[in-house]
């Protein structure tokens, strides 16, 4: 993706798939342990415990940006910050956090689908 609008992709993306140059290694934590703990910790415990002190769209705001920062690359925030919005959003449409886990799963598959394959 980044490759066909002329730009170079994230350090970060550069030091993950060196990190992890196996498929058979880098599939399974890009697509199913991150999303699995991630949607556990943002839009599971602490969407909760936000939510219980500070109500539910600060709950929101609050993990989306978090979500997004720890992440760590500043020209993509925006985009996370919205995709963390979005899976708040499809837990509480859904009522679990099984559909969320799913979505994600599905995003970083097909992140780094494009990313192996130079779209």
């Known amino acids: 993706m980044f490759t066909a609008v002329g730009g170079e992709p994230p350090e970060s ?55 997004a920062a720890v992440h760590g690359e500043l020209v993509f925030m925006p985009v996370i910050f919205v995709g963390g919005v979005l899976l708040a959003e499809l837990r509480r449409r859904s009522g679990g956090l099984v559909a969320p886990m799913i979505a994600h799963a599905i995003n970083n598959g097909a992140a780094t689908w494009a990313l192996y394959h130079g779209v």
């Open 13 to 67: 993306i550069r030091v993950w798939t060196k990190i992890f140059s196996e498929s058979s290694v880098l599939l399974p934590c890009v697509v199913i342990l991150a999303p699995f703990a991630e949607e556990l910790y943002f839009r599971g415990r602490m969407l909760d415990a936000v939510g219980d002190l500070w109500g539910r769209r600060a709950a929101v705001l609050l993990t989306a940006g978090l979500f």
